[in-house]
């Protein structure tokens, strides 16, 4: 599995293969235009229409374990300083520092006085382990070269929105808010859970032969599951049951960014999407990086002994369109919910759990302002992820701290520079007062922020040629999460 997942957060790629937790999803030829979404690819670009960058110190280095890091300082600081936390990295990838999501928002912070920081961890994969001291470390070499800030946001991408929240969770005294975007907030174990109800699916109607526990050969693996998939997606019986498949983990139909949203009928659009998402997203997370995890961990963290699967598409937002295609394809749902209940069960090893839930699931306890962003269509890192933190926010009586947003888009990490700074700005506002504005957390008040920043930012660069992308602010509240996972409140 040699592909480069360490993309910026909005990187599309017309050919992506495994956008599992890196920042990015994959565009279908010809279904929209290629896209390149990150700003950082378009910088040059961009950086001419907004204008001279402000003067700014950069200070790089290496900590203790190898990892480096990446500082920047305008000539006028605030006292305010975001910490960056970069998303996933594929193992063997380019391992840069880096501080900001894309250069077009880390300008504006720049240009508006505050301070820039990350490090790039000292490991690739899941590299929570390593994420969360580095990024302390990186706090503290901070304060030595250029002095303490009065106020530190976290905020983050993908598995960087995870980190994000982890960091306040883990060091509660070293950060004032955080903004964690299109993050893994159910947790690593719930995440990797309904990842594991997706491949039991396919390993169990679809492809006897692969491995969805102790991944021997992750390589073959995934090329066995992808062959079995591309065979399904050519029959009704096959969608249907590919379409069962991702109802399991709430997999959106809707994946290609910038697309319209298939309408709420039209399941064999919602299923055509979805097979995107399988094949591009979880069949490579599901059966080819499980095998790192499982390595770091020392052995399967997942589970799904004692799973009521026909319970759990019950409550799936998919349950709809799942039953719609069996019917359409003259087969049984209950026989293969049959099917799936008498297979033999994947159970986990404690250890390996125990390494995951450090590594990390949520507490719920926040201790500062938390503002969050997710797009609607997201394929990677599902928004019923939100509702699962949301939840344990709320049982840790802790929901006065946080705020959600929803972007109505298709993709990961999807967001344009205007968008995150209507989030920033709604977050240094809650700082400021020591209150949630009401009125600025409203989708039309978000939109109206975005928009007057102008074209500039209101756009995914594709080299010279920007394409526009108004904001897309929505009201929304995502199903919950098939199977949330939260860490014991200590």
């Given at each position: 599995?040699?592909?480069?997942l360490?993309?910026?957060?909005l990187?599309?790629?017309?050919?992506?293969?495994?956008?599992?937790?890196?920042?990015?999803?994959?565009?279908a030829?010809?279904?929209?235009?290629?896209?390149?979404?990150?700003?950082?690819?378009?910088?040059?670009?961009?950086?001419?229409?907004?204008?001279?960058?402000?003067?700014?110190?950069?200070?790089t280095?290496?900590?203790?374990d190898?990892?480096?890091?990446?500082?920047?300082?305008?000539?006028?600081?605030?006292?305010?300083?975001?910490?960056?936390?970069?998303?996933?990295?594929?193992?063997?990838?380019?391992?840069?520092?880096?501080?900001a999501?894309?250069?077009?928002?880390?300008?504006?912070?720049?240009?508006?006085?505050?301070?820039?920081?990350?490090?790039?961890?000292a490991?690739?994969?899941?590299a929570?382990?390593?994420?969360?001291?580095?990024?302390?470390?990186?706090l503290?070499?901070?304060?030595?070269?250029?002095?303490?800030?009065?106020?530190?946001?976290?905020?983050?991408?993908?598995?960087?929105?995870?980190?994000?929240?982890?960091?306040?969770?883990?060091?509660?005294g070293r950060?004032?808010?955080?903004?964690?975007?299109?993050?893994?907030?159910?947790?690593?174990?719930?995440?990797w859970?309904?990842?594991?109800?997706?491949?039991?699916?396919?390993?169990?109607?679809?492809?006897?032969?692969?491995?969805?526990a102790?991944?021997?050969?992750?390589?073959?693996?995934v090329?066995?599951?992808?062959?079995?998939?591309?065979?399904?997606?050519?029959s009704?019986?096959?969608?249907?049951?590919?379409?069962?498949?991702?109802?399991?983990?709430?997999?959106?139909?809707?994946?290609?960014?910038?697309?319209?949203?298939?309408?709420?009928?039209?399941?064999?659009?919602?299923e055509?999407?979805?097979?995107?998402?399988?094949?591009?997203?979880?069949?490579?997370?599901?059966?080819?990086?499980?095998?790192?995890?499982?390595?770091?961990?020392?052995?399967?963290?997942?589970?799904?002994t004692?799973?009521?699967?026909?319970?759990?598409?019950?409550?799936?937002?998919?349950?709809?369109?799942?039953?719609?295609?069996?019917?359409?394809?003259?087969?049984?749902?209950?026989?293969?919910?049959?099917?799936?209940?008498?297979?033999?069960?994947?159970?986990?090893?404690?250890r390996?759990?125990?390494?995951l839930?450090?590594?990390?699931?949520?507490?719920g306890?926040?201790?500062?302002?938390?503002?969050?962003?997710?797009?609607?269509?997201?394929?990677?890192?599902?928004?019923?992820?939100?509702?699962?933190?949301?939840?344990?926010?709320?049982?840790?009586?802790?929901?006065?701290?946080?705020?959600?947003?929803?972007?109505?888009?298709?993709?990961?990490?999807?967001f344009?520079?205007?968008?995150?700074?209507?989030?920033?700005?709604?977050?240094?506002?809650?700082?400021?007062?020591?209150?949630w504005?009401?009125?600025?957390?409203?989708?039309?008040?978000?939109?109206?922020?975005?928009?007057?920043?102008?074209?500039?930012?209101?756009?995914?660069?594709?080299?010279?040629?920007?394409?526009?992308?108004?904001?897309?602010?929505?009201?929304?509240r995502?199903?919950?999460?098939?199977?949330?996972?939260?860490?014991?409140?200590?």
């Amino acid at each position: 599995m040699a592909h480069h997942l360490r993309t910026r957060p909005l990187k599309l790629a017309a050919a992506a293969t495994v956008a599992a937790l890196a920042a990015g999803t994959a565009l279908a030829a010809g279904t929209a235009p290629a896209v390149a979404a990150t700003v950082h690819h378009g910088a040059p670009a961009a950086q001419a229409a907004l204008g001279a960058a402000p003067a700014v110190r950069t200070l790089t280095g290496a900590l203790p374990d190898g990892a480096t890091y990446k500082i920047e300082v305008p000539a006028r600081w605030n006292r305010t300083l975001f910490l960056y936390n970069h998303p996933f990295t594929a193992p063997g990838a380019p391992n840069p520092a880096w501080d900001a999501g894309d250069p077009v928002t880390g300008g504006w912070l720049l240009s508006h006085g505050y301070a820039l920081a990350g490090s790039s961890y000292a490991g690739t994969g899941w590299a929570v382990e390593q994420a969360l001291p580095d990024q302390i470390a990186t706090l503290d070499v901070f304060a030595r070269r250029v002095g303490h800030p009065r106020q530190t946001i976290a905020w983050g991408h993908s598995l960087g929105g995870m980190i994000t929240a982890g960091l306040i969770q883990d060091y509660p005294g070293r950060f004032s808010a955080a903004l964690p975007m299109c993050g893994v907030l159910a947790g690593g174990v719930a995440m990797w859970n309904t990842y594991l109800d997706t491949g039991f699916v396919v390993k169990t109607l679809l492809a006897p032969s692969v491995q969805v526990a102790h991944v021997a050969d992750a390589t073959a693996n995934v090329a066995a599951a992808q062959r079995a998939a591309t065979a399904a997606q050519r029959s009704a019986r096959g969608r249907a049951r590919l379409s069962l498949a991702a109802a399991l983990a709430d997999l959106p139909g809707w994946f290609t960014p910038l697309s319209p949203e298939p309408a709420g009928t039209d399941y064999a659009g919602q299923e055509a999407n979805q097979y995107l998402a399988l094949s591009q997203v979880a069949i490579p997370l599901t059966f080819g990086l499980r095998a790192e995890l499982e390595s770091r961990a020392g052995g399967n963290p997942s589970w799904n002994t004692g799973v009521d699967y026909a319970a759990d598409l019950a409550r799936s937002a998919d349950a709809t369109e799942v039953r719609a295609l069996y019917r359409a394809a003259h087969l049984s749902l209950a026989a293969d919910l049959g099917t799936l209940a008498r297979a033999s069960r994947i159970a986990a090893d404690h250890r390996a759990v125990r390494y995951l839930t450090r590594n990390i699931a949520f507490t719920g306890q926040l201790g500062v302002p938390v503002l969050t962003m997710q797009t609607t269509g997201d394929p990677n890192v599902v928004p019923e992820s939100d509702r699962a933190y949301r939840s344990a926010v709320t049982r840790a009586d802790d929901a006065a701290l946080l705020r959600e947003t929803f972007i109505h888009r298709a993709g990961h990490c999807m967001f344009t520079p205007a968008e995150t700074i209507a989030a920033v700005r709604v977050l240094l506002h809650r700082l400021r007062s020591g209150r949630w504005d009401a009125a600025t957390l409203t989708p039309r008040a978000l939109n109206a922020s975005a928009a007057a920043l102008g074209p500039a930012y209101n756009a995914f660069p594709d080299g010279a040629k920007p394409v526009p992308a108004p904001p897309a602010y929505v009201r929304y509240r995502p199903a919950p999460f098939p199977r949330p996972y939260s860490r014991p409140v200590s």
